[in-house]
């Protein structure tokens, strides 16, 4: 039980070594891991897995690769060197034991058991353990068993590592994408060898959360848990779903059934899912549907404006770019230009006392479809006020007919004023 224990820490600790190396922003480094041609069968695992369990079972424990070059010991003075025995097991696949004459005939062997490990059906290298064949033979099968286990978990890991960075490359070629310096075709392709038709219809959406800590992985989850949820939470095999720095995220969601509005509720779902599971906010954007490179890359601006906008204006967990386009609009005006154009359309109204709450009226009327019930409503006034407020307006800016131009002039202003959040317009 020990042993089995000691694999189960040691296979944890692996996870969370792994899955903390990401970098704090885009683009992904690259691995630096040592490589060999054993696959996940490192020296730096090979090397804990035999020291932690030479101190467990009280016998040395060997890890070779697969041409017997010793990747880890107990007795590290053995890492480097050749253990001659492990090449007949590799060529076998069988297990061999070494009585102590037999092992003074073989480079590196001492006495004991060396067994193959076997990873998808290959033999990728040896666990030796050095004792008296009749005494260590019921640890080596142990031994040899529960490190195959590690290592093909450990081989899942390189490949959903391995497949997070595709689909983090891709994305990353998507939001850089210029139709100048870039074929679509390249990024079509790219996209294909992954399974994926860049040419369907995706929705953009860029998620922000406030605290990065708030969603690490875990020993038994490979990937960050905001990355989980996110991918439960928008379910489509051609939904793609990465990382691009500690605490934001990119997501091309495959259309909802019932269209954007399915898509809406899907986000409200993740921010529900997140307060659940990770007791932490989360901000969502939504941009327009698209298919394609560039269009997918403007379509993720617009998410990205939205969640900016959203965070400034509606204050809600979850925006479109549909609710914020006139403000969309109006960030791409200078702060002065905004102001001089409020100051010359609504001066006479501007000087007032009560600008906010004429601001207020022109915007309920114009956003109700100019219907005084609507209006008065959204308000919270009576309809005879409302007529009142009209009238007034409308008397002080001098006009002779009430006309939906000149009051969609005036929804403007007051739209600029609004979205410079209370700054005073400039007068004069």
């Not at 060997?62 to 097991?89: C, N, Q, Y």
């Not at 899942?156 to 595709?166: A, F, G, H, V």
């Not at 219809?201 to 406030?210: F, N």
């Not at 409020?342 to 207020?360: C, E, F, I, Y």
């Amino acid at each position: 039980m020990k042993v089995i224990g000691l694999f189960v820490h040691v296979l944890c600790h692996f996870h969370q070594i792994t899955c903390t190396k990401k970098p704090k922003e885009f683009p992904m480094a690259a691995e630096t891991s040592v490589r060999t041609d054993s696959g996940p069968l490192t020296p730096a695992l090979a090397q804990q897995i035999a020291g932690d369990t030479s101190a467990i079972v009280g016998f040395n424990i060997l890890i070779t690769d697969a041409h017997g070059t010793v990747l880890g010991s107990g007795d590290t003075s053995r890492v480097g060197s050749f253990h001659e025995a492990s090449l007949d097991v590799i060529r076998t696949r069988e297990s061999a034991t070494h009585s102590a004459s037999q092992a003074r005939t073989l480079q590196g062997v001492k006495p004991g058991v060396t067994l193959p490990i076997l990873l998808n059906g290959h033999a990728v290298g040896t666990v030796g353990i050095t004792g008296s064949p009749q005494q260590v033979t019921r640890f080596g099968l142990m031994v040899e068993r529960q490190t195959e286990i590690l290592l093909h978990q450990a081989s899942l890991l390189r490949s959903t590592l391995q497949r997070e960075r595709e689909l983090e490359d891709l994305v990353r070629g998507i939001l850089e994408f210029d139709p100048l310096t870039t074929e679509p075709a390249a990024l079509l392709n790219q996209a294909n060898d992954q399974g994926i038709d860049l040419t369907a219809s995706r929705v953009a959406v860029a998620v922000h959360l406030p605290d990065p800590t708030a969603a690490p992985a875990t020993s038994t989850e490979w990937l960050p848990r905001a990355l989980i949820l996110l991918r439960e939470s928008f379910p489509s095999r051609q939904t793609i779903a990465v990382s691009i720095a500690a605490n934001r995220y990119v997501v091309f969601a495959h259309p909802a059934p019932d269209g954007l509005a399915g898509t809406v509720t899907q986000a409200w779902h993740c921010v529900e899912q997140f307060r659940t599971h990770l007791g932490s906010a989360v901000e969502i954007g939504i941009g327009s549907q698209a298919a394609g490179p560039e269009q997918l890359r403007t379509a993720y601006e617009e998410a990205i404006d939205s969640l900016h906008l959203g965070r400034r204006l509606t204050r809600r967990s979850v925006t479109t770019i549909d609710e914020v386009r006139i403000e969309q609009l109006l960030s791409g005006i200078g702060l002065r230009a905004r102001q001089r154009y409020t100051a010359a359309v609504a001066a006479p109204l501007v000087a007032l006392g009560d600008w906010s709450n004429v601001r207020d009226t022109v915007i309920a009327w114009c956003e109700s479809g100019f219907s005084l019930v609507g209006a008065a409503r959204r308000l919270h006034i009576h309809r005879n006020t409302l007529i009142h407020r009209l009238e007034r307006i409308e008397q002080l800016q001098g006009w002779t007919e009430r006309t939906g131009a000149a009051y969609l002039a005036l929804y403007l202003a007051c739209k600029t004023n609004e979205f410079d959040a209370g700054q005073p317009p400039a007068v004069g």
